[in-house]
C-alpha cells in the first residue's frame, strides 16, 4: 500500500472538471498540497456525502492553498454529471482503467453484490515534491475520512 513518505504514483487519466481533459499528477504538483480523495462509486449514498462534505468545506482546502480531487472508476461522463447534480466544486479523476486503484492500492470488491474491483475509500495528500504526506484508507465503505485530519495534514504540507 502506498503509504505516508512514498513517493505518489504518478499518472495520466481523465479529468472531470465540466469538460473531460488530460490529467498528470507530476503536472499538477504545483497545487500542493493535493488531495485525492478515492471513492467507490458516484451516485451512492456515502460517496455523495463525503463528496458533499468535501465540497462544503472547500474553502478550509483553499484557504490552505490545498487542491481537492476526487478518484473512482466511473467514466469522466459519469463524474460530470454527478458533479452537476450535486454542486461539486473541485473536479474528479477518472480511473475506468482501475490503474491508479492498483497503483494506490485501494481496490476492492464487493462480493455480496457481484461488483468487483472498485476504490475502497481512501485519501491521501501529495507534497510539491510527490510525496504522500498523510494516507488514510478503509476497508468499510460505509467509513467517511476524518475531514479536519485531513485539513490539518495538507495545511502540514503547506505550513
Not at 13 to 36: K, N, Q
Not at 102 to 111: G, L, P, Q, R
Amino acid at each position: 500500500m502506498v503509504d505516508v513518505g512514498d513517493d505518489a504514483p504518478d499518472f495520466t487519466a481523465p479529468l472531470a472538471d465540466g469538460d473531460v481533459e488530460s490529467f498528470t499528477l507530476s503536472e499538477h504538483l504545483d497545487e500542493a498540497p493535493i488531495v485525492l480523495a478515492f471513492f467507490p462509486a458516484a451516485f451512492t449514498s456515502t460517496c455523495t456525502t463525503e463528496m458533499c462534505t468535501f465540497r462544503d468545506r472547500m474553502t478550509n482546502f483553499e484557504d490552505i492553498g490545498a487542491t481537492v480531487y476526487g478518484v473512482s472508476i466511473d467514466t469522466p461522463f459519469t463524474l460530470n454529471e454527478f458533479r452537476d447534480q450535486n454542486d461539486l466544486n473541485f473536479a474528479l479523476i477518472s480511473d475506468t482503467n482501475r490503474e491508479l486503484i492498483h497503483e494506490y492500492d485501494v481496490a476492492m470488491d464487493f462480493d455480496s453484490l457481484g461488483v468487483h474491483n472498485v476504490a475502497k475509500r481512501a485519501v491521501f495528500v501529495v507534497d510539491t515534491d510527490g510525496t504522500v504526506s498523510y494516507a488514510w484508507v478503509s476497508d468499510d465503505p460505509g467509513a467517511e475520512p476524518d475531514y479536519d485530519e485531513v485539513a490539518a495534514a495538507a495545511e502540514t504540507v503547506r505550513a
